[in-house]
């Protein structure tokens, strides 16, 4: 609303006999109607994302967006209108109600009605309120009916028909180190709930289940984030360094981006690209939130991005998160409350027809990373269960991927749970599992032959010459992963020839290396 400008007072709507009533609103009113209205729009774009199988976001992250106010409060409103949402629309049809200007506002009358039949229905006030009220016994009535037709003697009992159980999960939130270290906010968080730091990934830590933090102050202020286990492993298995260049091809809501961010510490440079641009926004908002200042967002698409771009020529490496079926976050995604997944078309049972072209841009999009020239690593994610969009992708780019002289390599080798036995090298793949583990995530990493891979703390590429002018060739030299640092290697001992500072007689003699040992053959 513009500044200056006073808000125009909600009034109740005219009753029918009545001359038209304005009345101030208390706070509680004020508040319960906007509520309301807030719990409208979210259904609204849960329920039609659902019919079209394209959701925009979950039901959580639509409601933790920091445009909702009362977050707990439409939550819970949303939640219960869709566990009530085949009896609401029962009791609506029989009634006869729904027609005419509702039927454009349905999620709104759903909303009331499910606080009439169901919910405290306290502070009642606006139009549609009032409509609905007027037909209360009507409304009654219809459920009476419907209760004798199904055969069951409560409205509790014919909700129990349709609920499924919940799985109760350990909470685990990321701490985003470019705000709060980890002990900190292991210490601030443990005012309130049992914390622990997880023994795996770096910077993310465990609560019990049901620990409900959507409006701590940590979270709010952007210093610790929601973020699963499965979901924390992709980036941290990506390993970016301080100062890379990393793409992250399709980024929105960005939670793999800002945690990017916060393993560079801030430094080197982040591109983050999202097709969607509603999903800009939502990209967007994820990173201010994040404070982190390095991350530069496209909107566009990622197989439109031209590889030999100068502007990527410094890319290192990508994560590529593509959109997929979500079959593996579909319980803390809350869809089994959703329409389709009482009438089995829910992701998990998704028709073959979606999966085949999921997984056919999911090749595209894997096969396109691969193909920029400067990257040496690249980490392709899913939260699916589904073969086809995840050991069969893989397998399918491995010749290409070894062509540009990609490999697999093994991220989280302490990680039982690996890729399903289907083809030779699956032994490096990750999965997690969505009732073992919370979440049913996948998660490859190709990393080129030459890939140096640098031990924690270690020099980078940039740093080997200096190392080699100090002597400390033969300490470098043992941390480095030998099977994979010949080409790097090389061109630090030519660096190293050229600038006249040690003149080692060969490049395995420098480096102690023996022939087998060299896979490429070097004649100087
Ligand atoms: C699974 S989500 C990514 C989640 C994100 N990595 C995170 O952790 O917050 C996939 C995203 O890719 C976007 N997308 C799909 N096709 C794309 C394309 N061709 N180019 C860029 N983004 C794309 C979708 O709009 C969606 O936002």
């Not at 508040?31 to 659902?50: C, H, I, N, P, Q």
């Not at 999911?362 to 990373?369: C, E, G, S």
């Not at 640092?485 to 420098?510: D, Y």
Request: one cysteine or more; a positive charge.
């Amino acid at each position: 609303m513009a500044r200056g400008k006073k808000a125009k007072p909600i009034t109740a709507a005219p009753r029918a006999a009545d001359k038209p009533e304005t009345k101030r609103l208390s706070n509680a009113e004020r508040s319960a109607y906007f509520s309301r209205r807030e719990a409208a729009k979210v259904l609204r774009t849960v329920l039609e994302g659902d019919a079209r199988r394209r959701a925009v976001g979950s039901i959580k992250s639509l409601i933790y967006r920091p445009s909702i106010r009362n977050k707990k409060g439409t939550f819970a409103l949303v939640c219960q209108t869709l566990k009530h949402l085949p009896i609401i629309k029962d009791v609506l049809e029989a009634a006869g109600l729904l027609k005419g200007k509702w039927k454009r506002q349905e999620e709104l009358i759903y909303i009331i009605t499910y606080d009439i039949l169901f919910g405290k229905a306290v502070s009642l006030v606006g139009d549609a309120e009032v409509f609905l009220m007027h037909r209360k016994d009507a409304l009654q009535a219809a459920l009476a009916k419907l209760l004798v037709k199904k055969k069951v003697k409560t409205a509790q009992d014919l909700v129990q028909l349709y609920q499924i159980p919940e799985v109760s999960k350990p909470r685990h939130v990321r701490v985003n180190t470019l705000k709060i270290d980890v002990d900190s906010a292991l210490l601030e968080l443990g005012r309130g709930y049992m914390v622990q730091k997880d023994n795996l990934v770096p910077d993310l830590l465990i609560l019990p289940p049901g620990a409900d933090l959507h409006n701590h102050p940590l979270v709010t202020n952007g210093s610790v984030f929601m973020q699963g286990k499965a979901s924390s492993m992709v980036a941290a298995a990506l390993d970016p360094k301080p100062g890379w260049e990393v793409l992250d091809a399709c980024a929105a809501p960005g939670n793999k981006t800002v945690h990017l961010a916060a393993l560079m510490r801030g430094k080197g440079k982040i591109i983050a690209c999202e097709l969607n641009k509603e999903r800009v926004n939502r990209l967007k908002e994820t990173i201010s939130l994040s404070g982190a200042t390095n991350i530069k967002v496209l909107h566009g698409d990622f197989l439109k991005f031209n590889p030999k771009d100068p502007s990527f020529s410094k890319v290192n490496a990508i994560l590529l998160d593509p959109s997929c079926s979500g079959s593996g976050t579909a319980s803390s995604r809350l869809d089994h409350l959703l329409p389709s997944y009482a009438t089995g078309h829910a992701a998990d049972v998704m028709d073959t027809e979606r999966l085949n072209k999921l997984a056919a841009f999911q090749r595209k999009a894997l096969t396109h990373a691969l193909s920029f020239a400067a990257v040496e690593r690249v980490v392709y994610s899913t939260c699916s269960i589904h073969q086809i969009e995840n050991e069969d992708v893989i397998s399918s780019v491995l010749p290409l991927a070894a062509s540009y002289g990609f490999q697999l390599s093994t991220p989280f080798p302490r990680w039982q749970r690996r890729g399903l036995p289907v083809f030779e090298g699956s032994q490096h793949l990750l999965r997690t599992d969505p009732v073992e583990d919370g979440e049913g995530f996948f998660i490859a990493l190709f990393t080129k032959n030459n890939t140096v891979n640098y031990p924690e703390k270690q020099a980078t590429c940039k740093n080997t010459p200096r190392a080699l002018r100090t002597n400390r060739l033969q300490n470098v030299k043992k941390k480095f992963v030998i099977s994979c640092t010949r080409t790097k290697l090389f061109h630090t001992w030519l660096h190293a020839k050229q600038s006249r500072r040690r003149r080692p007689k060969t490049f395995l003699e420098a480096y102690d290396l023996n022939e087998s040992q060299s896979t490429e053959c070097f004649t100087i």
